[in-house]
T-cell receptor
Framework: DTEVTQTPKHLVMGMTNKKSLKCEQHMGHRAMYWYKQKAKKPPELMFVYSYEKLSINESVPSRFSPECPNSSLLNLHLHALQPEDSALYLC????????????FGQGTRLTVV | DQQVKQNSPSLSVQEGRISILNCDYTNSMFDYFLWYKKYPAEGPTFLISISSIKDKNEDGRFTVFLNKSAKHLSLHIVPSQPGDSAVYFCAASNSNSGYALNFGKGTSLLVTP
């Protein structure tokens, strides 16, 4: 199983809503990532979890709250988002050694209205 | 500040010919480089990688060349096939920063029959 599964594939939410994005992998990877990709831009790193601990937070606003309940799961909790937060949110996982390529999920297309 | 640069937003190549995608980087601490291929509405798919201790890595039709002194890498696809049409992202990582990926803006490759 070399898949990273993200749910939902599409999400439309209002600015007062609370929602969560979910990501799951069963490759035994101990590093998991959230990236954000706007149209015609490269993916931008948001968070890195290593061994279920948050190791990198790239100055992401607090309306985005990551959670890593166990080594296979990664969540991104969303609250009070703005329309400019609309983007493709990509989850990835990798081994933790050097040279470990990241496997990406298909992403969640988020629209904030 | 974009540390990984892909200066050609698009490239068109005839089927059977060679496609050469270029990438430059500014951070000398990067020690691992990867190429990802992305179709619309999908997550990036890993293609090929190279460690900074090597100058060439080959996998079937795909070869990546690294010139550390010039901080430049390139992806060669030969022969190009219509199914190679996608956006190609160059990415770099620094093993001291949790293996998170810094992406270039991507090059859209179109292989015409």
């Amino acid at each position: 199983d070399t898949e990273v599964t993200q749910t939902p594939k599409h999400l439309v939410m209002g600015m007062t809503n609370k929602k969560s994005l979910k990501c799951e992998q069963h490759m035994g990877h101990r590093a998991m990532y959230w990236y954000k990709q706007k149209a015609k831009k490269p993916p931008e790193l948001m968070f890195v979890y290593s061994y279920e601990k948050l190791s990198i937070n790239e100055s992401v606003p607090s309306r985005f709250s990551p959670e890593c309940p166990n080594s296979s799961l990664l969540n991104l909790h969303l609250h009070a988002l703005q329309p400019e937060d609309s983007a493709l949110y990509l989850c990835a996982s990798s081994q933790t050694g050097q040279g470990a390529e990241a496997f990406f999920g298909q992403g969640t297309r988020l629209t904030v209205v | 500040d974009q540390q990984v640069k892909q200066n050609s937003p698009s490239l068109s190549v005839q089927e059977g010919r060679i496609s050469i995608l270029n990438c430059d980087y500014t951070n000398s601490m990067f020690d691992y480089f990867l190429w990802y291929k992305k179709y619309p509405a999908e997550g990036p798919t890993f293609l090929i990688s190279i460690s900074s201790i090597k100058d060439k890595n080959e996998d079937g039709r795909f070869t990546v060349f690294l010139n550390k002194s010039a901080k430049h890498l390139s992806l060669h696809i030969v022969p190009s096939q219509p199914g190679d049409s996608a956006v190609y992202f160059c990415a770099a990582s620094n093993s001291n920063s949790g293996y998170a990926l810094n992406f270039g803006k991507g090059t859209s490759l179109l292989v015409t029959p």
